[in-house]
């Protein structure tokens, strides 16, 4: 095993220089993959590692930066071949010289999900295959640089930790607005490769040195890790492919980083053996200075962190609990409706989502994997990864793309010890209830009490007091009056004594009481008064938000009553408007007005309209006689070219607020579902442009279907199983490009296989209606509006 | 710098299946509406490198990138130096169009639509910067070639997301079906001669009959 803190006792780690700059001076095409060359010219792979050890550097890379399984399809070699020929060539340099070999780790080069196709599963195999490789064949560290998708890395350290004993260093690559290309920020980096317990990490590619120091700074103050920067010869110019700093230069300009803290140092771009060379002469007696780095607690994606310095909101209202409607949306697998509710909060002002999707009868792991992926392809806020269920907390935090926090833990000496690991392997942040095996505590005292050995066993487990929040817990004053003022004693002991955030429920509090909205006001006021700073609430109550908005300014936090001000600004015309909107909902309430508000896409208007038609008619009555006529007639506008796509899109925007006020109606009645059959939506494997299918799937449901929509990307066998499974009789797939009209083909052709009497449906930009026939589809629909018509068809 | 000046509405009206007649106010006051977020979350980066055009091989000089189909053939037989270019709006504007998917389906379809215009707009400003480099004066330049135009195989993006080495330089990735993510990204090439080259038409969304164009609504073009 590697003593990694030998090497990092030396004053200052070199690194070596660059190995594509080399190699395309001996050679080497643009475009050709350098990892081949470990077998087919090891000599001068050798040649370069030896230069740069010569030069003074303690840890070389080996040529293995590409020779990940995608980057190598096509060019005749396997993984393990290359990474194992590479790192022996690199440790044969190494021999008898004071130097380790690093197994070098580039990005996959395809991106991950949610931009990209790459599930982080997918990544994470990807990476374990180099690791292992790596480790067998003897390379002293792990190191993945150039990253910019900060997922991804993720995946990797993961990887590496989980699959081999060596130490893991990163560095990832910043422009000079300081984000990655996925924007990624420096500060966002920092917190979660701390939190995942890298050895080192830092900054490489992309900028020479003078331009990457100012984030060299940024990084060192806020991480006690070692911090790396392997910059470029300077800036590169797009003519002659040269860049614009000499060896000299470059040492000259590396000498402010010991004074930033930086440790370990070396080339990227455009550097060579002369570089390295000046560098090392230029800074060996150098003093790496020691910077001070502050205790903070901290919540981050990776282009957002939240600093809890002040009252954070967290959104409740992901969360089945006394909730149908959510509840139905879970059994149905219905992710956009909790998007929905999450992207709710976050335009209400939530500054991080809490996340519950427990129920009886569903799968809560799987649920909390696929729940905690979408919220983050849709919003840019941390979460709170809330369950009892241990396995459903580990697969949260594991695909959660930033630091997160897990609620909960509690007194209790077993459940500490099998969740605090957990919160400690994933670097994330927890809260803990105070309360234990023998229940909740009557006295803040006991409360206290809990609170502070909570906070032992974390500590004990290596997680960060800032990373530790106590929730006091909220008791409803209408069954435990006496309780209320002992949660707010105990906030504010647990706030001083032992320098703690505090989380509490607050909704809880008014719980079976008239005008609710009063009492969780004025407790929370309360609450943050005593130094709450984590209210779990729902941000959407408005009542709410303005208490908290207002209390920023009154401790100082909102500076000038900025936001405060500005959250006001415009207040009264807003009132004035719902007035107006509901008189004119109120007055009307026949067919023609919801053909008017429906076609012009009015969706507050079309709510209240069909609650209006609720009070005469059945749901069924309204869908089938109002709202469909209504539809076919502004689909029939569209095929005539009257409108086009933006309109009718909105108007079935508008008819959905319909159904959802029906669906409702009929979940409040006890009954099911308003559906009339059910459709399967996919964009087929290899395709991630889904926006051509996510348009039918709002019209389809619409008219009534309900849509079971697989996403993209998505594996034959997945289309199917479904199918049967749910005894689907429709199935829709959509392809944009000719590459993956094949992957169409081959859905069908399993669908077929499988005897699953069923038609499907096809469509897409590349599509057309010979076209479709030829690979088997039943239907061919060239708009959305078709693919109704073919629903209509099959299923009525 | 070449940045995002421009999003052509009529462009943004072509996208969206536009044929002619009233446009909708709900669908005016959303154009501007999207255009402004395009803007503001739009993070353009590009990259190009100017290369010798070795005509025994038909490719690239000292890249792996060979010249297939006819047409690129055809597009560069008088040049004598090769731009490969690649642009992007940005990884932000993908995350925008998904949120707005979620929020608003019929407005997510004109910001997808604004995108794809300032994209344009973005390779038109980075043509721009190219022309202007010294060691084309008195030089003209090709229109933009990108695979999968004309019969230059898509496959083709491969090799030049390699030879620029796109996700280093840009951001641009590549994905298994040879997508480009972000999705609202461009590579081309642009050939050099000392020749001048015939241009291709604009198209009909910088007429200035675009709205009302009696030929367009018929489906056809006065061309």
Known sequence: MTDINKILSKNIVFLDGAMGTMLQAKGLKLGERPEALCITAPDEIYDIHKMYIDAGSNIVYSNTFGANRHKLEGTGYSTEEIVTKAVSIAKKACEGEDAYTALDIGPIGELLEPAGALTFEEAYDIFKEMVIAGEKAGADIVVFETMTDLYEVKAGVLAAKENTNLPVFVTMTFEENGRTFTGCTVESMAYV???????????????????????????????????????????????????????????????????????????????????????CEKLKNAEVKKVNVEAKSVLCTPSLVVDIDGVRVIGERINPTGKKRFQQALK?????????????????????????????????????????????????????????????????????????????????????????????????????????????????????????????????????????????????????????????????????????????????????????????VNFLTQAMAMGLTLPIVNPNQTAVMDAIYSYKVLSGEDKNSEKYIGRFAGRKTETVITTNDSQCAAES????????????????????ITLKLLEEKTEMEIINDILIPVLDKIGDRYERQEIFLPQLINSASASCEAFEVIKKSILSKGSSSVSKGKVILATVKGDIHDIGKNIVKVILENYGYQVIDLGKDVPVEKVVTTAIKEDVKLVGLSALMTTTVESMKKTIEALRESGHDCKVVVGGAVLTAEYAKQIGADYYAKDAKQTVDAAKEVLG | MALLTDINENEVLKYMGYKGGDVDPFVEKSIAEMKEIVFKYADVKYTYKVFDIDKENQCLKDTVFYFKGNDIKDMLE???????????????????????????????????????????????????????????????????????????PLECQKDLCMVLDTQKKAGIALSRSGLMIPVKSVTAIIGFSNIKQTKRKRGCEYCNMFRNCEFRKAGITCD
Do not use: W
């Open chain 2, 78 to 152: 008088t040049c004598d130096k090769c731009v490969l270019m690649a642009a992007t709006v940005g990884n932000q504007i993908d995350s925008q169009i998904r949120l707005m998917q979620v929020k608003d389906m019929a407005k997510a379809v004109i910001l997808d639509s604004c995108a794809s215009s300032a994209i344009e707009n973005v390779c038109d400003n980075v043509q721009k910067e190219i022309e202007s480099l010294e060691i084309f004066k008195g030089m003209y330049s090709t229109d933009r070639f990108s695979p999968g135009y004309g019969d230059m």
């Open chain 1, 193 to 279: 490769l701390e939190g995942l317990g890298v050895d080192a990490m830092g900054i490489n590619c992309s900028m020479g040195p003078e331009e990457i120091l100012p984030l060299a700074q940024r990084l060192t103050s806020c991480t006690n890790v070692p911090v790396i920067v392997k910059a470029n010869a300077g800036l590169p110019n797009p003519v002659d492919n040269s860049y614009d700093i000499d060896a000299n230069d470059f040492a000259r300009l590396m000498v402010p980083y010991a004074e930033c803290g930086v440790k370990i140092m070396g080339g990227c771009c455009g550097t060579t053996p002369d570089y390295i060379k000046a560098m």
């Open chain 1, 589 to 608: 309430n026949s067919f023609g007005d919801i053909e008017y508000a429906v076609s012009k896409g009015l969706k507050e208007e079309t709510r209240k």
């Open chain 1, 332 to 520: 149905e697998h219905d992710l956009e409706y909790i998007a929905e509710r999450g992207v709710e909060q976050a335009d209400a002002g939530a500054d991080i989502l809490d996340v519950n999707v427990g129920l009886p009868g569903i799968d809560e792991k799987e649920m909390m994997i696929s729940t905690v992926k979408m919220l983050q392809s849709v919003l840019n806020l941390p979460l709170q990864i809330d369950s009892s269920n241990a396995e459903a907390i580990e697969a949260g935090l594991r695909v959660c793309n930033g630091k997160a926090i897990v609620n909960s833990v509690n007194g209790e000496q077993e459940v500490m010890d099998k969740i605090l690991p957990i919160v400690k392997k994933y670097g994330a942040a927890v809260v803990g209830l105070t309360m234990d095996s023998r229940g909740i505590p009557k006295t803040a005292e006991e409360r206290f009490e809990i609170a502070k050995r909570i906070l032992e066993n974390a500590l004990k487990h290596g997680i960060r007091k800032e990373d530790v929040f106590i929730d006091c817990l909220t008791l409803t004053v209408s069954a435990q009056q006496d309780q209320a003022v002992e949660t707010l004693k105990a906030v504010r002991r647990v706030k001083e004594e032992l320098g703690l955030n505090t989380v509490l429920g607050v909704s809880n509090i008014s719980f079976g009481l008239p005008e609710r909205e009063f009492i969780t």
